[in-house]
């Protein structure tokens, strides 16, 4: 066997199990970094996805958690910024993301054993 032929074989090795070790690492994670589960439909995502979006996407406003005060804060934030929803859009919006989008712990949040409502 000549000198030269185990650096080669160490070359190679290492550089495979490297990849081996991250493949194995980021695989799992990977796979724990699944999309959030669609919201549930009805008339207040129909009003998000239909005058919210002008300004910013849809998914943004139903990406976070508040408390109905909260999310009444900020419905009415982006009306005084030109949002146009009437009064009673307003109230289906806020109703639709406190009871949908309400932190965990809140009544209408989902479960954090099985994401449920």
């Not at 290492?14 to 070790?21: D, E, I, K, Q």
């Not at 690492?25 to 009805?42: R, T």
């Not at 008339?43 to 998914?59: E, Q, S, V, Y």
């Amino acid at each position: 066997m000549s000198i030269g032929t185990p650096m080669t074989f160490g070359r190679i090795a290492f550089p495979v199990s490297v990849l081996g070790f991250l493949a194995a690492v980021a695989l799992p994670a990977a796979s724990a970094m699944q999309a959030p589960p669609a919201p549930p439909p009805g008339p207040g995502l129909t009003l998000i996805n239909a005058h919210c979006g002008f300004c910013h996407p849809p998914a943004q406003a139903i990406s976070v958690r508040k408390t109905r005060a909260n999310w009444e804060a900020v419905v009415q934030s982006m009306i005084d910024r030109g949002a146009e929803l009437e009064p009673a859009e307003q109230a289906v919006v806020v109703n639709y993301l406190a009871t949908n989008m309400a932190p965990a712990g809140e009544a209408g949040a989902p479960s954090a054993a099985n994401g449920t409502r």
